[in-house]
C-alpha cells in the first residue's frame, strides 16, 4: 500500500525557518517525480515544488524561489522541504504528494498534510 | 507563467443531474491536464490525468475532455458522493481556483 506520511510542520515566527518530511512507503520511491502542495486555511490548492526521480530538476512557484528547497534521499525513501524566510502568507497545510509517471499526469498519492503556521 | 481559470466557482445541483466544470489555460498545455476532487480536511483525490484518462477506481460517470487550452470535467450522474470542490491542473504548476459543487 502506498502511504506518504508528513512530519514537521508547526507555529514559527515570520522570518524562521521549518523543515518538512515526507517518509514515503509502499512503492519505488526513486522512481518517481514527487512534490509539495500547499493549501492556506479555506483556500484553494497551490503548487508549490516538485523534483525528478534523481533529484537532478527541481522546480519552483515564484513565490517561493530562493526561499524553499526541495530535496529527497532515496536511500531513505524521504522527501523534504526546507523552507526559509517564512511569510504569514506561506500559513497552510502542506501536502506532498507522488506524481504519476513522467511527472506531466498530475498526483497519484497524497500524504494527509502538515499544518504550517507562520505567526508572531 | 501559465494561469488556469475554472468555472463556475460554485455550481448549485441535484443527484442525478449532469454536470460540467470548465478550466481554461491561459496558453496551450497540450492535453497535459489533471482533474481532482477534495473534500473538507481531506487530501486531494485525482480524478482525471492527461485530460481524459480515468484514474483507476474512480466512478465511469467522471469524464474529461479537451485539449489545447480549453477543457472540461463532467459527471454524468450526480451522486450524494460527489458534492466537493473539483479543482483543475496543469501538472507540475497552477491549480485553477476550484469549483464548489453544493447540494441545490
Known amino acids: 500500500e502506498v502511504q506518504l506520511v508528513e512530519s514537521g510542520g508547526g507555529l514559527v515566527q515570520p522570518g524562521g525557518s521549518l523543515r518538512l518530511s515526507c517518509a514515503a512507503s509502499?512503492?519505488?520511491?526513486?522512481?518517481?517525480?514527487m512534490s509539495w502542495v500547499r493549501q492556506a486555511p479555506g483556500k484553494g490548492l497551490e503548487w508549490v515544488a516538485n523534483?525528478?526521480?534523481?533529484?537532478?530538476?527541481?522546480y519552483y512557484v515564484d513565490s517561493v524561489k530562493g526561499r524553499f528547497t526541495i530535496s529527497r534521499d532515496n536511500a531513505k525513501n524521504s522527501l523534504y522541504l526546507q523552507m526559509n524566510s517564512l511569510r504569514a502568507e506561506d500559513t497552510a497545510v502542506y501536502y506532498c504528494?507522488?506524481?504519476?509517471?513522467?511527472?506531466?499526469?498530475?498526483?497519484?498519492?497524497w500524504g494527509q498534510g502538515t499544518l504550517v503556521t507562520v505567526s508572531s | 507563467d501559465i494561469q488556469m481559470t475554472q468555472s463556475p466557482s460554485t455550481l448549485s445541483a441535484s443527484v442525478g443531474d449532469r454536470v460540467t466544470i470548465t478550466c481554461r489555460a491561459s496558453?496551450?498545455?497540450?492535453?497535459?491536464l489533471a482533474w481532482y476532487q477534495q473534500k473538507p480536511g481531506k487530501a486531494p483525490k485525482l480524478l482525471i490525468y492527461?485530460?481524459?484518462s480515468l484514474e483507476s477506481g474512480v466512478p465511469s460517470r467522471f469524464s474529461g475532455s479537451g485539449s489545447g487550452t480549453e477543457f472540461t470535467l463532467t459527471i454524468s450522474s450526480l451522486q450524494p458522493d460527489d458534492f466537493a470542490t473539483y479543482y483543475c491542473q496543469q501538472p507540475g504548476g497552477t491549480f485553477g481556483q476550484g469549483t464548489k459543487v453544493e447540494i441545490k
Open positions: 492527461k485530460a481524459s
Open positions: 504528494a507522488r506524481d504519476r509517471v513522467g511527472g506531466l499526469e498530475g498526483a497519484d498519492y
Open positions: 496558453q496551450s498545455i497540450s492535453s497535459w
Open positions: 509502499g512503492f519505488t520511491f526513486s522512481s518517481y517525480w
Open positions: 523534483i525528478k526521480q534523481d533529484g537532478s530538476e527541481k
